[in-house]
């Protein structure tokens, strides 16, 4: 069974960093890339970040400066770190992967974790 979950969430102040986690399960891990999303409440899920299995990176434009995605492979575990967090970073992140089954595929989403903002 494919798995994927998230940790690493909770209260932080404005200015503070936080790093998420993402670890799955049931695949080959380091064949795979992951992508983070988060969901404010009242909004779309939008995208965060994103590490290929070849460890290219890209941070959303909004977070620039302030977001570092990397992975370690031996723990089957995808790592978003933010830093100076904002009100606006409030929000559910969830990571996600891509499988493909010959000319289908499916998405794998874990189970979100939640991050608050706020003095």
């Known amino acids: 069974q494919v798995q994927l979950v998230e940790s690493g969430g909770g209260l932080v102040q404005p200015g503070e960093s936080l790093t998420l986690s993402c670890t799955g399960s049931?695949?080959?891990?380091?064949?795979?890339?992951i992508v983070w999303y988060r969901q404010a409440p009242g909004k779309q899920r939008e995208f965060v970040a994103h590490?290929?299995?070849?460890?290219?990176?890209k941070c959303a434009d909004y977070l620039e400066g302030r977001c570092k995605i990397y992975r370690d492979n031996t723990k089957s575990t995808v790592y978003l770190q933010m830093n100076s967090l904002e009100p606006d970073d409030t929000a559910v992140y969830y990571c996600?992967?891509?499988?493909?089954?010959?000319?289908?595929?499916?998405?794998?989403w874990g189970q979100g974790t939640q991050v608050t903002v706020s003095s």
């Open positions: 996600m992967t891509r499988k493909y089954s010959g000319t289908s595929y499916s998405d794998i």
């Open positions: 049931g695949i080959p891990f380091s064949e795979y890339g």
């Open positions: 590490i290929t299995s070849e460890r290219n990176t």
